[in-house]
Each structure stands twice: as structure tokens, then as C-alpha cells.
């Protein structure tokens, strides 16, 4: 394989896809400018590329790849995500499809994103080792991950938890041939073990602002780990959830 670029970093929404939307896809958005950077999006001499946008969801992401003059091919597995990406990225190639199992040759991609995508799959070794199957040689490729307990989501959501009395669901591991650790080294590793190289891991800082109501609305639908503990809860619980959710502004 040849040199990429790396920057740091499927559930399915059917259901929640509006919600999502409107929601937790706007704090999503935040890494945006630095994977379009990380995918060399930017580099006017190189464009128009080949795109890949793995997990596009919304689709705002690929819409601003072709914006720049990309040729963007998008997928994921939700078809309700992908009635959204018709609207929002009218000019990208949509599929319906998701990792590991991608229904392109190899070598296909001048540039592979995968926002946010990665530390959701039920396999994210197999996920990243099928990225670097469609990636060309000499491809850019920029993956963001939530990092594990690092971020100031997680925190404000711990506190809401803890002020209820919600007891979260038991986590469930992924088996280690499988997972990685959700850290700068641990993604790393991960894409080093799909056969990459050159790999530039950092962290990613940006302010999302957003009503309260709509911190609610995307975990009350059952979105990401917090939605997973919502929505397990009894209604009393949920009530008082509704009750406390300032916390951590």
C-alpha cells in the first residue's frame, strides 16, 4: 500500500433518523473542516478525486466534499439516512451499504472518510482493514472517533445520570480481535493494523451550542450510548432525567 494521510477519529437509525438529524449530527458536523483537510479534499491540484464518505448519514459531509469539486460516492446501511443524504447531497453517489462489507473493487478511492463511523461497528478491525482494501495507493484517509470518557458529552451526560439515580444497561464488549481502545494511541493502532502508514492521530477542540430541548430529543430517541440508557429507563426515571438535563452546561 502506499503512503495516506490519517486524521483522528453501523448503528442503524431507521427509526431516529429526524431525530439524528436534528440533532446529534449538528455536533458531528464540528470535525467537518478537518476531515475534508485530512482527506486532502482541499488540495486544488488534486481535485476532482474520487471520494468515499463511509457512514455518510445526513450526508453533509458529502455534500461539502462535492462542493469542493470531489467526486463523491456515499454510503451507509440505513435507507432512511440515505432519504436523508438524497436531499442534503443531491449531486454524491448514494449506496445503501455499510462495513466491512463494501461493494467496491479495490483500490477504488482516491480518499476514504469515515466520520464517527469507525467505533460504532460490531467488527471495527474488519470495518478499517475493508477501508484500506478501497482505498488506491497513495489515498488520503481521515477517521474521527469519540474517545472514551474524554469528551465534555460524556461528561454532562454522566452528571445527568448520576443526579436521576438511571442505572445504565450493561456494556457489551466486543470481542479483542475485534475492538480497539478508544484513544489517540488505540486508533493508531488500529489503522496501523489494517497496513497503514504514516499515521497522524490528534485531538479535534470545537464549541457546539444547542437548546436543551434538542440535547433531549436525540437521547430520548435512543441515540448513541446516552439514547441506549434512556430509554431502558422506567418513565418515572425518564421523567426526572427531563428534569435535571441542565446539568453540565
Known amino acids: 500500500m502506499g503512503t495516506r494521510d490519517m486524521t483522528n477519529g453501523s448503528v442503524g437509525w431507521t427509526d431516529v433518523a429526524d431525530a439524528y438529524a436534528e440533532t446529534f449530527a449538528l455536533l458531528c458536523a464540528g470535525t467537518f473542516a478537518d476531515v475534508l483537510a485530512g482527506g486532502g479534499i482541499y488540495e486544488a491540484s488534486t481535485i476532482p478525486r474520487r471520494v468515499l464518505d463511509v457512514g455518510t448519514g445526513t450526508g453533509a459531509l458529502a455534500a461539502l466534499a462535492t462542493?469542493?469539486?470531489a467526486e463523491v460516492t456515499a454510503v451507509d446501511p440505513d435507507p432512511e439516512m440515505l432519504r436523508i443524504a438524497e436531499r442534503t447531497a443531491p449531486n454524491a453517489r448514494l449506496h445503501?451499504?455499510?462495513?466491512?462489507?463494501?461493494?467496491?473493487s479495490d483500490d477504488s478511492f482516491d480518499a476514504v472518510l469515515a466520520n464517527f463511523v469507525v467505533n460504532h461497528l460490531q467488527d471495527p478491525r474488519g470495518g478499517m482493514v475493508e477501508i484500506a482494501r478501497v482505498a488506491a495507493p497513495g489515498a488520503h484517509i481521515a477517521v474521527t472517533?469519540?474517545?472514551?470518557g474524554q469528551n465534555a458529552q460524556s461528561r454532562m451526560w454522566a452528571e445527568v445520570i448520576e443526579a436521576s439515580g438511571a442505572i445504565p444497561p450493561p456494556s457489551v464488549r466486543?470481542?479483542?480481535d475485534k475492538d480497539f481502545r478508544r484513544t489517540l494511541d488505540g486508533l493508531s493502532d488500529l489503522l496501523a493494523s489494517a497496513g497503514l502508514r504514516d499515521i497522524q492521530a490528534r485531538s479535534l477542540r470545537w464549541t457546539h451550542r444547542a437548546e436543551t430541548d434538542s440535547l433531549w430529543r436525540g437521547a430520548a430517541a435512543g441515540i448513541g450510548g446516552i439514547g441506549k440508557t434512556v430509554t431502558s429507563q422506567s418513565p418515572e426515571v425518564r421523567a426526572d432525567e427531563v428534569r435535571v438535563r441542565p446539568l453540565g452546561r
Request: aromatic share 10%; net charge negative; glycine share 16%.
Open 145 to 148: 472517533i469519540w474517545p472514551s
Open 67 to 69: 462542493e469542493a469539486g
Open 96 to 104: 445503501q451499504a455499510g462495513l466491512p462489507d463494501l461493494p467496491f
Open 174 to 176: 466486543l470481542p479483542g
